[in-house]
C-alpha cells in the first residue's frame, strides 16, 4: 500500500523534485544544490527511503549551508548512517520538512 505523502502546507502549483533527481543534484554538492534551488525556488523534494551512506565523508553527512525551496521536503523512512549528520544553517524558512520515521540511529546530529 502507498503511503499518502504528508502535507504540512500546501503550496499550488509546485512541482516534485523525485528521488532520483534529488539524489544526483546532491551529489554535486552545496553550490550546485543551492543555484539549482535560487532557479527553482517552489518544488517539493522526496528524500522517502534513501540511505544517505553514500554521501558520507569523513565520517560526516554535511547539509550544512544548503537552502531548501519552498514545499515539502520529505525524508520519509530515510536511513542516515552512524556519523556526525550536520544541518547547520540551513535555510529551511521556506519549506515544510518530514523526518516521519526516518532512522538516525547511531547518528550524532546537530542542527543550529
Do not use: H
Not at 505523502?5 to 500546501?10: A, M, V
Not at 523534485?17 to 523534494?45: H, Q
Not at 565520517?59 to 544548503?66: E, N, Q
Amino acid at each position: 500500500m502507498k503511503r499518502k505523502q504528508p502535507r504540512i502546507r500546501s503550496y499550488e502549483g509546485v512541482s516534485e523534485l523525485d528521488t532520483e533527481a534529488a539524489l544526483k543534484l546532491l551529489s554535486k554538492g552545496r553550490k550546485s544544490w543551492n543555484a539549482w534551488v535560487n532557479e527553482n525556488p517552489r518544488f517539493d523534494i522526496n528524500f522517502s527511503g534513501v540511505d544517505f551512506a553514500d554521501f558520507v565523508e569523513d565520517d560526516l553527512l554535511d547539509f550544512s549551508g544548503f537552502i531548501f525551496p519552498e514545499g515539502n521536503i520529505d525524508f520519509y523512512k530515510a536511513k542516515f548512517p552512524d556519523c556526525k549528520i550536520c544541518f547547520s544553517d540551513v535555510d529551511l524558512s521556506r519549506a515544510s520538512i518530514s523526518f516521519e520515521e526516518a532512522d538516525f540511529t547511531g547518528g550524532d546530529l546537530t542542527f543550529g
